[in-house]
C-alpha cells in the first residue's frame, strides 16, 4: 500500500521560511518523479514544483521561482520543499505527488499517480 505523508507546515510570518517534508513508503521511491501542488481555500489545485526521479532535474511554478526549493533523499524515501521569502498568498494546503518514472515530468495533477493528505501553509502579514 503507497503512502505519502506530508509533514512540517504550520504559520509562519511574511518574509520567513518553511520546509515541507514527505515521506513515502510501499513504492520503490527511486523510480518515482515527485511533485508539490498547493491548494488554497476555492481555488484550484496549483502546480508548485517537481522533480525527477533521478534527483537531476527540478521545475517550478512561476509564482515560486526563485524562493522554492525541491529535492529529492532517494536514501531516506523522502521529498522535500524548502519555502523562503513566502509572502501571504503562498498560504494553502500543500501536498506531494508520485509519479512513475515518466519520461516527461508531470506538472498537471490528474497526471500523478499517488497523493498524500496535505500539510497546512498560512503565511501571515
Known amino acids: 500500500q503507497v503512502q505519502l505523508v506530508e509533514s512540517g507546515g504550520g504559520l509562519v510570518q511574511a518574509g520567513g521560511s518553511l520546509r515541507v517534508s514527505c515521506a513515502a513508503s510501499g513504492l520503490t521511491f527511486s523510480m518515482y518523479n515527485m511533485g508539490w501542488f498547493r491548494q488554497a481555500p476555492g481555488k484550484e489545485r496549483e502546480f508548485v514544483a517537481a522533480?525527477?526521479?533521478?534527483?537531476?532535474?527540478?521545475f517550478y511554478g512561476d509564482s515560486v521561482k526563485g524562493r522554492f526549493t525541491i529535492s529529492k533523499d532517494n536514501a531516506k524515501n523522502t521529498v522535500y520543499l524548502q519555502m523562503n521569502s513566502l509572502k501571504p498568498e503562498d498560504t494553502g494546503a500543500y501536498y506531494c505527488?508520485?509519479?512513475?518514472?515518466?519520461?516527461?515530468?508531470?506538472?498537471?495533477?490528474?497526471?500523478?499517480?499517488?497523493w498524500g493528505q496535505g500539510t497546512q501553509v498560512t503565511v501571515s502579514l
Open positions: 505527488a508520485a509519479d512513475f518514472r515518466r519520461a516527461r515530468v508531470p506538472l498537471k495533477a490528474d497526471e500523478y499517480d499517488y
Open positions: 522533480i525527477t526521479w533521478s534527483g537531476a532535474s527540478t
